[in-house]
């Protein structure tokens, strides 16, 4: 349990060295916060983060753990999980209602995540946080396996609907740019 501990230690530091010129980049060209995140115990783990320009942030912190059915990061590494992993979260979650905008039904929630799969991209929508706006895009790894994620959070002021495809668009750019650093496929 040690060694798998450790290498996992390693493996994630590996991971944000890789992801951080992308998070830096979406950072500086969007002046947003940026993230990365993956899962650990069945819910989104922060383990990297860049401020953006504005003044107006993101009250997010590195090792925090937030629910993956409210986040952008997290329904984009849920959406990538294989079946049985997914529906075995999905059938154990607590969908807990952070907003009036929080996603609690199952068939909802398949749903979005059947979206986020074809789509490339996940959202949150004022989900966690009225007000606030996440977009995520899934990193592989040399295996094509989903490993982490990249998002970018902000004030529905600035990250308004209409830019979401925008956003999304650079988002992804960056995570394929991750994900081909660590040698993995792009879909």
């Known amino acids: 349990r040690l060694f798998e501990l450790g290498s996992h230690a390693v493996s994630q530091v590996d991971l944000v060295a890789v992801a951080q010129p992308y998070l830096q980049e979406l950072a500086e060209a969007t002046g947003e916060t940026a993230h990365l995140g993956v899962i650990r115990d069945q819910m989104v783990l922060y383990i ?3 401020e953006g320009w504005h003044s107006l942030r ?6 925090h753990r937030m629910s993956m059915h409210c986040t952008g990061l997290g329904k984009i590494l849920l959406a990538h999980q294989d079946e049985a992993e997914r529906e075995k ?4 979650a607590d969908l807990k209602a952070m907003t009036p905008n929080t996603i609690t039904k199952l068939d909802v929630l ?5 979206n986020a799969r074809k789509n490339g991209f996940g959202v949150d929508n004022e989900e966690l946080e009225l007000g606030l706006r996440c977009v995520a895009a899934p990193i592989r790894d040399y295996t094509g396996n989903v490993v982490a994620a990249l998002s970018v959070s902000g004030p529905t002021t600035r ?8 956003l999304a668009g ?18």
């Open 89 to 92: 979260y999905l059938q154990s």
């Open 110 to 114: 398949r749903a979005e995540l059947a």
């Open 159 to 166: 990250l308004t609907a209409g830019k979401t495809s925008e």
């Open 48 to 50: 990297a983060k860049v």
């Open 170 to 187: 650079q988002i992804v750019k960056a995570a394929t740019a991750a994900s081909e650093r660590l040698g993995g496929e792009t879909r």
């Open 58 to 63: 993101m009250p997010s912190q590195v090792g």
